[in-house]
Protein backbone atom coordinates (compact mmCIF):
# COMPACT_ATOMS: atom_id res chain seq x y z
CA UNK A 1 0.00 0.00 0.00
CA UNK A 2 3.30 2.52 0.98
CA UNK A 3 4.70 1.57 -2.43
CA UNK A 4 1.10 2.52 -4.01
CA UNK A 5 0.89 5.52 -2.33
CA UNK A 6 4.80 6.43 -3.14
CA UNK A 7 4.10 5.72 -6.86
CA UNK A 8 0.82 7.61 -7.00
CA UNK A 9 2.96 10.64 -5.60
CA UNK A 10 5.72 10.58 -7.86
CA UNK A 11 3.96 10.24 -11.07
CA UNK A 12 1.15 13.17 -9.93
CA UNK A 13 5.04 15.26 -8.94
CA UNK A 14 6.22 14.41 -11.94
CA UNK A 15 2.92 15.41 -14.29
CA UNK A 16 2.82 18.75 -12.21
CA UNK A 17 6.51 19.47 -12.95
CA UNK A 18 6.16 18.44 -16.49
CA UNK A 19 3.12 20.74 -16.98
CA UNK A 20 4.80 23.35 -15.31
CA UNK A 21 7.50 23.64 -17.92
CA UNK A 22 6.77 26.48 -20.01
CA UNK A 23 7.57 26.50 -23.67
CA UNK A 24 10.33 28.85 -24.98
CA UNK A 25 8.84 32.06 -26.54
CA UNK A 26 8.32 33.06 -29.62
CA UNK A 27 11.70 34.98 -30.65
CA UNK A 28 12.35 35.76 -34.41
CA UNK A 29 15.37 37.28 -35.89
CA UNK A 30 16.71 38.71 -39.19
CA UNK A 31 19.56 36.25 -38.54
CA UNK A 32 17.51 33.49 -38.35
CA UNK A 33 16.09 33.81 -41.84
CA UNK A 34 19.54 34.12 -43.42
CA UNK A 35 20.12 31.94 -46.08
CA UNK A 36 18.24 30.75 -49.59
CA UNK A 37 15.01 30.98 -50.19
CA UNK A 38 12.46 30.15 -52.95
CA UNK A 39 8.80 31.64 -53.12
CA UNK A 40 5.77 31.63 -55.00
CA UNK A 41 3.70 34.77 -55.57
CA UNK A 42 -0.27 34.90 -56.77
CA UNK A 43 -2.96 37.05 -56.44
CA UNK A 44 -4.49 39.80 -58.85
CA UNK A 45 -3.87 43.73 -59.29
CA UNK A 46 -6.53 45.83 -59.71
CA UNK A 47 -6.01 48.12 -62.47
CA UNK A 48 -8.38 50.44 -63.95
CA UNK A 49 -9.95 47.96 -66.71
CA UNK A 50 -10.15 45.41 -64.06
CA UNK A 51 -8.68 42.35 -62.49
CA UNK A 52 -5.18 41.05 -63.72
CA UNK A 53 -3.80 37.89 -62.42
CA UNK A 54 -0.77 37.82 -61.20
CA UNK A 55 2.05 34.86 -60.34
CA UNK A 56 5.89 34.90 -59.89
CA UNK A 57 8.90 32.81 -58.54
CA UNK A 58 12.06 33.69 -57.39
CA UNK A 59 14.96 32.16 -56.02
CA UNK A 60 16.30 34.72 -53.12
CA UNK A 61 18.39 35.61 -51.16
CA UNK A 62 18.50 37.03 -47.28
CA UNK A 63 21.46 37.83 -45.45
CA UNK A 64 22.01 38.32 -41.50
CA UNK A 65 21.60 41.89 -41.93
CA UNK A 66 18.18 41.88 -43.60
CA UNK A 67 19.53 42.76 -47.44
CA UNK A 68 17.25 41.11 -49.73
CA UNK A 69 18.25 40.24 -53.51
CA UNK A 70 16.57 37.62 -55.99
CA UNK A 71 15.38 37.18 -59.39
CA UNK A 72 11.93 36.54 -60.35
CA UNK A 73 10.28 35.54 -63.30
CA UNK A 74 6.37 36.66 -63.44
CA UNK A 75 3.34 36.40 -65.31
CA UNK A 76 1.18 39.58 -65.40
CA UNK A 77 -1.94 38.93 -67.45
CA UNK A 78 -0.02 36.51 -69.36
CA UNK A 79 2.60 38.52 -70.18
CA UNK A 80 5.99 37.11 -68.77
CA UNK A 81 8.83 38.98 -67.57
CA UNK A 82 12.24 36.95 -66.79
CA UNK A 83 14.50 37.08 -64.37
CA UNK A 84 14.12 40.42 -63.31
CA UNK A 85 16.18 41.72 -60.26
CA UNK A 86 14.58 42.56 -57.02
CA UNK A 87 16.67 44.17 -54.22
CA UNK A 88 15.32 44.90 -50.55
CA UNK A 89 14.94 44.95 -47.05
CA UNK A 90 13.38 42.76 -44.61
CA UNK A 91 12.76 44.10 -40.89
CA UNK A 92 11.85 40.93 -38.18
CA UNK A 93 9.79 41.41 -34.70
CA UNK A 94 10.68 38.99 -32.07
CA UNK A 95 7.13 37.84 -32.13
CA UNK A 96 7.67 36.45 -35.63
CA UNK A 97 6.07 39.46 -37.61
CA UNK A 98 7.80 41.56 -39.88
CA UNK A 99 7.51 43.39 -43.04
CA UNK A 100 10.02 43.40 -46.31
CA UNK A 101 10.08 46.24 -48.85
CA UNK A 102 11.90 45.66 -52.52
CA UNK A 103 12.49 47.42 -55.84
CA UNK A 104 11.92 45.19 -58.72
CA UNK A 105 13.92 46.00 -61.92
CA UNK A 106 13.72 44.86 -65.38
CA UNK A 107 16.96 43.46 -67.18
CA UNK A 108 18.10 47.37 -68.01
CA UNK A 109 18.37 48.57 -64.57
CA UNK A 110 15.01 50.67 -64.96
CA UNK A 111 12.41 50.58 -61.78
CA UNK A 112 9.30 48.71 -62.32
CA UNK A 113 7.94 48.84 -58.68
CA UNK A 114 8.33 49.22 -55.28
CA UNK A 115 6.53 46.31 -53.16
CA UNK A 116 5.83 46.29 -49.57
CA UNK A 117 4.56 43.07 -47.31
CA UNK A 118 3.47 41.88 -44.65
CA UNK A 119 4.91 38.39 -43.50
CA UNK A 120 4.76 35.79 -40.48
CA UNK A 121 7.79 33.75 -40.21
CA UNK A 122 6.86 29.78 -39.56
CA UNK A 123 8.18 26.58 -39.05
CA UNK A 124 11.13 27.45 -36.99
CA UNK A 125 12.20 29.78 -39.42
CA UNK A 126 11.85 27.82 -42.63
CA UNK A 127 8.68 29.52 -44.09
CA UNK A 128 7.29 33.03 -44.17
CA UNK A 129 3.92 33.73 -45.07
CA UNK A 130 3.35 37.41 -46.50
CA UNK A 131 0.60 39.59 -47.96
CA UNK A 132 1.21 42.71 -50.44
CA UNK A 133 0.02 45.62 -48.75
CA UNK A 134 1.70 48.40 -50.62
CA UNK A 135 2.54 48.14 -54.71
CA UNK A 136 3.58 51.71 -56.01
CA UNK A 137 4.78 52.36 -59.65
CA UNK A 138 7.97 54.65 -60.48
CA UNK A 139 5.62 57.55 -61.63
CA UNK A 140 4.03 57.29 -58.15
CA UNK A 141 0.56 55.30 -58.54
CA UNK A 142 -0.62 52.98 -56.17
CA UNK A 143 -2.24 49.77 -57.58
CA UNK A 144 -4.30 48.06 -55.51
CA UNK A 145 -3.52 44.40 -55.18
CA UNK A 146 -4.90 40.81 -53.59
CA UNK A 147 -1.54 39.26 -53.86
CA UNK A 148 -0.15 36.48 -51.16
CA UNK A 149 3.81 34.64 -50.99
CA UNK A 150 5.03 31.52 -49.53
CA UNK A 151 8.57 31.28 -49.38
CA UNK A 152 10.77 28.13 -48.45
CA UNK A 153 13.97 28.06 -46.88
CA UNK A 154 16.19 25.63 -49.27
CA UNK A 155 18.95 24.91 -46.93
CA UNK A 156 19.01 24.62 -43.21
Not at 21 to 38: F, N, R, Y
Not at 107 to 127: Q, Y
Amino acid sequence: MKRNIFLATLLLTLAAVASAQTHPACTCSVAKLAGEWAYTMTGTVITPNGPVPVMAISRSTIDAEGNVSSKQTSSTGGVISEWNTVKGTVTVNSDCTGTKTVMVYDSNGNLLRTVTEDLVIDDHAREIRAIVTSLVLPNGTSVPTIITITERKLFQ
